[in-house]
Nanobody
Framework: QVQLLESGGGLVQAGGSLRISCAAS????????MGWFRQAPGKGREFVVA??????????RRSVKGRFTISRDNANAKNTVYLQMNSLKPEDTAVYYC????????????????WGQGTQVTVSS
């Protein structure tokens, strides 16, 4: 089993920046592809971004490309992923969920073995 713990959410003004993190614990002797999804009030969960196990390949939702950057720390068998969010817009307001799966293609497709509990990101206008 793998547990995912998100942190770093909060309230920020439009145009501002925020960084959220996700740390994996448990059976982390192998690296996982990781990613982020979000769910706004009254809407379904949507894919935001994913990064493969090596960190060499990333996949972004079109509406966040150029504003959001995903990165990961694989040192010492860590599975920690960061999402730097710049130029935030009110429409980015959502609960952001971390996901981990052996395949980045699964995450892009909305499938994931493991999910975090979510962290709230609120962007005020």
């Amino acid at each position: 089993q793998v547990q995912l713990l998100e942190s770093g959410g909060g309230l920020v003004q439009a145009g501002g920046s925020l960084r959220i993190s996700c740390a994996a614990s448990g059976h982390t002797n192998r690296h996982y592809a990781m990613g982020w999804f979000r769910q706004a009030p009254g809407k379904g969960r949507e894919f935001v971004v994913a990064i493969d196990r090596s960190g060499n390949n990333t996949y972004y939702r079109r509406s966040v490309k150029g504003r959001f950057t995903i990165s990961r720390d694989n040192a010492n068998a860590k599975n920690t992923v960061y999402l730097q969010m710049n130029s935030l817009k009110p429409e980015d307001t959502a609960v952001y969920y971390c996901a981990a799966d052996p395949l980045s293609t699964n995450i892009v497709a909305g499938i994931s073995d493991y999910w975090g509990q979510g962290t709230q990101v609120t962007v005020s206008s």
